[in-house]
């Protein structure tokens, strides 16, 4: 906006003599241009230097920790260890605050989220009775399925159970591999 304010002002100067001259809206689009970009770079760094710290501290504890674990079979809480495990924390810490508060956008998408999560709840009248609709089809349809599930799983009852006669015999034949 501020640039068609530039543009428009540099077009119409002459018809405006009570406005701010092109000089002046260079100055202010510049200085506004160097303080949004002042907090971006700033972060920024604070990245590189939280990886710089990350990598730092790990590395000095792992160090520290191989060589007394080769010394002497274990390791112990030493004061190299325990700083490298602090530039560690450190970085993470920086890293959370960058990432979590800080960077450019965070607030505003949160509350946007925010936004849509409330207005999500209350609709209106219409899509709460379409919903209701819906979600009584799907019942329906739920309730349908365990019921044809329900009679496949049981057909029919058991026929009953064979009566117990005895068994006739068949009658004997003749042995086949016997010459006649």
């Given at each position: 906006?501020?640039w ?19 000089k ?38 792992l ?12 390791i ?9 495990l ?86 004997e ?8």
């Open positions: 906006m501020k068609l304010g530039l543009i428009l002002t540099f077009l119409f100067e002459k018809m405006t003599s009570h406005g701010p001259s092109l002046d809206s260079a100055v202010a689009i510049f200085e506004e241009l160097t303080y949004k970009s002042r907090k971006t770079m700033s972060l920024i760094l604070a990245g590189f230097a939280s990886i710089i710290f990350l990598c730092g501290g790990f590395f000095i504890s160090i520290d920790a191989t060589g007394q674990f080769d010394r002497e079979g274990s112990r809480m030493t004061s190299t260890f325990i700083a490298g602090l530039l560690v924390a450190i970085a993470v810490f920086v890293f959370a605050w960058i990432f979590g508060s800080a960077w450019p956008g965070v607030k505003e998408h949160a509350v946007h989220a925010e936004d849509t999560a409330s207005r999500a709840g209350a609709g209106s009248p219409l899509e709460l009775a379409l919903s209701a609709l819906l979600m009584d089809f799907v019942k329906e349809r739920e309730f349908k399925r365990e019921n044809v599930e329900a009679q496949r799983s049981h057909p029919h009852p058991a026929p009953p159970p064979p009566s117990k006669k005895p068994r006739e015999k068949p009658p034949r003749e042995p086949s591999h016997l010459p006649h």
